[in-house]
């Protein structure tokens, strides 16, 4: 289904009166509201194609209706909510899950809803059907030198795809590690891995990003053989410039202060891109800002923060992507409440009264430091989200349109009940 | 495949001489050996049917080959393993994945391999294809009365099923929580649950036992119903006398101290059973004893001590069974290596000088409380181990002999390379 | 010091417009405003005495200047807080540091502050210096019956000091534990602690309240005898009704779930108090809201939830108290944010739609429930709460109205720069 | 008090026959005994000065008697020690706790106990009476340069009390960090801290290193600027060769895989240091092996490989030291409890089977390496560790020789029943 654009109209129009009073009580209190509603209007988050469907877990999954079946439908989905939203401009494709076969109509397609296409994703972590190699006991770090090789050549692939839609940057995640100790000589692992990686470094494109991701655990539950930032900062910093660190939130051990190692990591240029989501004890993929809300505000406190010091442009020069697992939620709903915590948060930072905290530090005052945090964290930034949405012709409510427009159930009605994504 | 006794015998052949070395060793440094190896032969861990395959994560799985097709394969290859450590005396079936068709010829098969039936465990995480109604959203806490009604009579069929196998103890293990704050009345939850599990017990036969498991996070990631200790034992204490707690290694929050629960739960009268595996993380499922050793003797410590204080058998009132999953091992490899390291510390807990114990403990010594433990656990009572297998029948090395005659590739023979058995 | 009431009406004068102006947006988008602000009013959080100096860890404490000096001076300086927000109406001692010489005098210049005594806290986990005994083993568990018996009188001894100055409850914080495995005999810690309480429980005026306080982890490292909740139910179940649990949002093992703790608690009927803070590690005692706000106004979900499914007042029917500890903070500022941090946390609480989250959950909708939820967090209720300090007469910026009055620098010119109050 | 060595002879000649009799059946077993006792026999373990006392927590400290009142007694103390398992051959000192007013005469005393000096360790987390700055936001890291100044001319003035001794290494540790989000501009701190630290470095003698230590958590609750292997491995790289991470076992988030992050520092030239101790749940500074002795033998099995693969000699190219707080036993018999666990854990790394080892992971078989490992692990060395000891001179039984001669009673009749040593 496609939305109409004048349903979006209709549905303002309904709720235009209440959205001013909010807004002019905004705008009345808070000088720097207009420099904000512009950087939320140029913010777009990436939807990755496999967040689309119901996620699971290893005991189960409970499927939803009206998923999709194609490449072609995923991008029918996220042009949905990117029409709802308009902060959801791109799409993070996963190989060998979203083969293109032909990568031009694709993207005349996504051109279509509007939507560029973000970094493109490699997968070995799983067994493909055809595959003269398996990946169970890793990949890069593997100590065949037949399994690297497929692995590298699967990486080259999807930048090959990735440079066939215009993208420009390659996400690898590896499992790769080991469950039990013993299993793995940390060492050769190490250095597997990295000169792995450096023959996916070289296929890169010049204007191309490598985004090395990091994870303290699962699938693998011993060891994980790029297993935290420091891990991942070494073969980015050994690999290149091209190279980077990718924070996914929930890939941490517990406790772990996410905002300082981004602080460090946008510090050190070597900060890459992002995945949004939350968790309360691992990597959960729960819906961003669900569960801990203040540590989303306080991540965006650091970016906004590094970026602007380093000159950086806040809408393009870092990957921004939802990386979520939809168990018991409608995933576009879930991917429409992540968006919107997201830009809560992004609006949050924005008005942190920058100069007041700085002096507050220098003075060595937490109190106050704290006060100034909290007081852009307690300040109710919703009416400039909605502003930013109208003005960029997005509902003023996605979720709201969303369930009044029973996008679900046309969904349903048009792929069937039973219909089943590729994914987690 | 069923293994010929004369192989074992032989097998044993080529190891006595270096087995009785080391034996004569311990019985000159250590009187209490005879008693020791006595508990061992007598201590019987059973398997659950699930455990037979290859296990896998959300990420994926890679099957090993020859694993069971049907009930009588897991049996045979249950009897495989209590052939080669003769500890490994009884199945714990799952249902539905293990309906017996035929619970007779079932029971005679097991019979023929020296195996009884364990604890029935329930299914109400998943959702079967001709189901009615859905778990998606918890069972025995359920707002529809329907559902919870499905999973209610779903555990009364699984008694059923246990009653004509000869088992006497219900195993309940919940998935039943919330993934996101907000989504679930924890009160309603809690009476709706207990409401639920009271017609479950009143169900059970009168020489039945119900366990009730906790688990502190997934699948569900914000709260589980039945979420820890404290959870179950209200759950048990308010069903009744034949209600007990089950612990399984895997399921609490990090650090937790799992000796102290178990000692508390055992003074309380309501330890029913355990679910022994190892853990780095959270719910890893690794093999007993391959990342924490040393708890697994402390917990053996507990139970030996409680056990010992209330005058139980240790062999048969508490329910003992392996819960694990084998992703990158074969399982029958990796149960090997469970009950034996299981079989390590109960011996080391064994020969525990309890009476220097108490007396360093009066004496507020714990200098000497810990010599006492360590001098134990730094003990190498593999002689003793190897010996109760001896007596019993078993290989003196069950996993040297699992290699030698090259079972795995027998049962790839026999059942195939590609054969996926139900479960996990 | 004192704080004039001028000052108060003054400084209130000077922020009225902005604050009326924020109130009627307010008033006229939520109808429900008033019975909140009452509800607001009526909340009172006690101060604990050993919070008004700085605190310290092992490595060091670096003391700020003006600490109270005397039981009377912490009283002024509770007085001061409540003066200025008119929600810290009550002061929890700790004996001995809080022995009050004149108990009549004391409760007269409580009086005169507005306070009254929360419940009165024990300390048996440091030795006095003229003590007989050690409590280097633990107190109630301890091994040896006379070290129990100088702890059960030193509680008896707490309890008349609280009756003489119209405290009606006993908070026993128990640091009794192990460092190492072996130490300790678990079942014989817990009987001896049981028959110890049972003891103070004989002593406890008919119309007081017994809270026993949980621990996971410090000062014992290795086990703590009361040391979840679980353990501290058992205990409040088996002492009898006047006996309950006290929660501190510090005590728990990492990732925990507070908030399902506190509904089931409350569900049982053994809920009795709580300690306020914050932490990210183990007992930060940070300021409360400061690291986990949402948590904080998830935990006010289900106190407000249960309190209203029982029928009890929100204001007097559970024991509210702040326990933190300010390292790096001015303690009274310290203070000031912890207040300000749970009466929004409360408020929000208290702007749930029920009605919509009951029908939200009851039809397994939980987005639905999230955005109810959300909803009421996003809100900024700092109208409210600063219309609630108004009409009680207390400052409309606590904070603000501290640092312009240079309170801190009178009590140092007061009472120096060295001092060093008693306490952590 | 001085130990005779008669004494070692006399209580040595009483264990012999057993000791033999458990090292023949050792040495016919296993052929590579001897190379493990001369390893052992080098391998010296430093033990700081501050661990010779009682230590406390916030909560308090319940010292013993018989403590060391000056240098000159904790170097007795050390000698003690070193005399009864000839295995804590070096002493590290804490300036300013260990100012030598006559470093030639202490150096004369240390020498004739059979110690060097190690590692020298500063302290800029505490105030000291006669500071003109404050370390109460910090020392290196701090927003005033005079502080900085007053932390960077401390460090040089510790290297300079090091040269004067022999040592040939400066520990920094830093408590620099934030309680409260907002409270430090990480970017700033990073600089600040790493440009103190760039004048400390340019101090260095030539043949010197600079260990620079990281910790998560404590004293500093939400951010540590020095907080993980990563950031020291940062600061390190940019210091240049002289500067090497060190590894606090008790310094890391849960669950976190110590031996990966060793086997990568070593792997990466950077590793410097270890200090030992154990822990549950933070920096609980518990005897080393006392709680998870397993993960010790990982750690060292790291070790030992990585040392072989370049080169190193284990002896001496790594600093090793005991840190811990000895809160409830003897502080000396914690520390011989600490060194034999570390001396076990070493031996048991020592026996593993290399070769076989490295097949196994090659053939990606984790059965066989777990195999390998755990028959290392269950193997009882102590018969080695003896050994190693009476060939040095020192006693068999260590601890129980001390027990056997009431030390801790003569240092109580020579020092006083209640001195109180400086330190934690």
Chains 1, 2, 3, 4 share one sequence.
Not at 129 to 149: E, M, N
Not at 208 to 223: D, G, M, Q, R, T
Not at 238 to 243: C, D, F, I, R
């Amino acid at each position: 289904m496609k939305l109409d654009p004048e349903s979006i109209a209709e549905y303002n129009q309904t709720q235009l009166e209440g959205h001013q009073r909010k807004l002019s009580y905004w705008t009345q209190e808070v000088a720097k509201a207009e420099p904000v509603i512009q950087k939320l209007i140029d913010f777009q988050i990436a939807i990755p194609s496999w967040a689309l469907g119901t996620g699971g877990t290893r005991f189960g999954r409970f499927p939803g209706g009206g998923e999709p079946r194609s490449l072609e439908e995923k991008i029918a989905d996220v042009g949905l909510l990117h029409a709802l939203n308009r902060a959801s401009g791109a799409i993070s494709l996963h190989i060998p899950w979203d083969i293109p076969t032909d990568p031009n109509a694709i993207r005349q397609l996504a051109a279509q809803h509007g939507l560029r296409f973000d970094a493109v994703n490699s997968n070995t972590f799983q067994d493909q059907l055809d595959a003269q190699q398996s990946y169970k006991f890793g990949s890069l770090q593997h100590t065949d030198p037949a399994v690297r090789r497929q692995a590298i050549e699967h990486n080259i692939e999807v930048i090959r795809h990735g440079v066939a839609l215009g993208s420009d940057a390659l996400t690898v995640w590896l499992s790769d590690g080991s469950c039990f100790p013993g299993q793995l000589n940390f060492r050769k692992a190490f250095d597997r891995t990295l000169s792995s990686l450096e023959e996916i470094y070289a296929a890169l494109p010049n204007d191309w990003k490598l985004f090395v991701e990091y994870k303290a655990f699962e699938p693998n539950f011993y060891s994980m053989t790029v297993g935290d930032w420091g891990s991942s900062f070494l073969y980015a910093n050994k690999l290149g410039p091209k190279a980077y660190t990718l924070v996914d939130l929930g890939h941490h051990l517990p406790n772990a202060n996410i905002e300082q190692i981004v602080a460090i990591l946008l510090h050190q240029g070597k900060l890459g891109g992002f995945h949004f989501n939350d968790s309360k004890y691992g990597d959960d993929d729960l819906t961003a800002g669900s569960i801990k809300p203040y540590q989303l505000f306080l991540i965006f406190t650091e970016l906004v923060d590094g970026l602007d010091a380093r000159g950086m442009n806040h809408a393009t020069d870092l990957g921004w992507m939802i990386d979520a697992s939809h168990n018991v939620k409608d995933p576009l709903e879930d991917l429409l409440q992540s968006v919107e915590a997201i830009q809560i948060a992004y609006a949050q930072a924005l008005i942190v009264d920058r100069e007041a905290l700085e002096d507050a530090r220098e003075a060595n005052d937490p109190v106050r430091a704290q006060e100034i945090l909290q007081d852009a964290f307690r300040t109710d930034v919703r009416p400039l989200v909605a502003e930013a949405r109208r003005r960029a012709g997005a509902s003023l409510n996605p979720l709201g349109l969303y369930r009044q427009l029973n996008v679900r159930q046309q969904l349903i009605g048009e792929r069937g009940a039973k219909t089943v994504t590729t994914g987690l």
